[in-house]
């Protein structure tokens, strides 16, 4: 019910050998003026109590990665105001493309990774975001993501 991508997809091997250049499992920072962190994107599966999620990475401004980055470990973080960025995983099941559509990031209390947001757009993804999918679904996701590269996203 969940499926995950271990980078952005501006990320690139060499990155990892360089000082200006950070991936963990929750931020990345690349060539040291793009930022990014890994969120949720929640879709409610129709029908029963369960979530599925995608666990994406969105980039944020330097001023908004800071201020998420100082909260982090912060009590009461979930009050701050979302966070604006772009989705940069991209998706394989989805077309077009869900690089580059708009969000908001949500914190959440300490220990939750943050919910995205998409914009209510017509793009799929944003979508099921709004309406939930059926259990089909999923089982259509999890065939094309398993097909395609073993669970892991761009």
């Known amino acids: 019910m969940n499926y995950s991508s271990h980078a952005p997809a ?4 060499a990155f990892a050998d ?14 040291a003026e793009h930022y990014f962190v890994k969120g949720l994107i ?3 599966v129709v029908g029963s ?7 994406v990475w969105v980039s944020l401004s330097r001023e908004n990665f800071s ?9 009461g973080r979930e009050s701050e105001e979302p966070y604006f960025g772009w989705l940069t995983t991209d998706l394989l099941p ?8 708009k969000t908001y990031v949500h914190t959440r209390p300490v220990g939750e990774r943050p919910l995205v947001e998409l914009e209510p757009t017509d793009h799929p993804l944003a979508v099921e975001q709004r309406t939930g999918i059926t259990l089909e679904r999923v089982r259509e996701i999890a065939a094309a993501v398993l097909h395609a590269d073993g669970g892991e996203q761009r």
């Open 10 to 13: 501006v990320w690139e091997p």
């Open 49 to 55: 109590d369960e979530v599925f999620s995608w666990a």
């Open 42 to 44: 929640e879709i409610p």
């Open 67 to 75: 201020r998420a980055r100082d909260l982090w470990e912060k009590p």
């Open 94 to 101: 989805y077309s077009p493309t869900t690089l580059n559509l």
């Open 18 to 31: 360089r000082d200006d250049c950070t991936l963990t499992s929750d931020e990345c920072v690349v060539l």
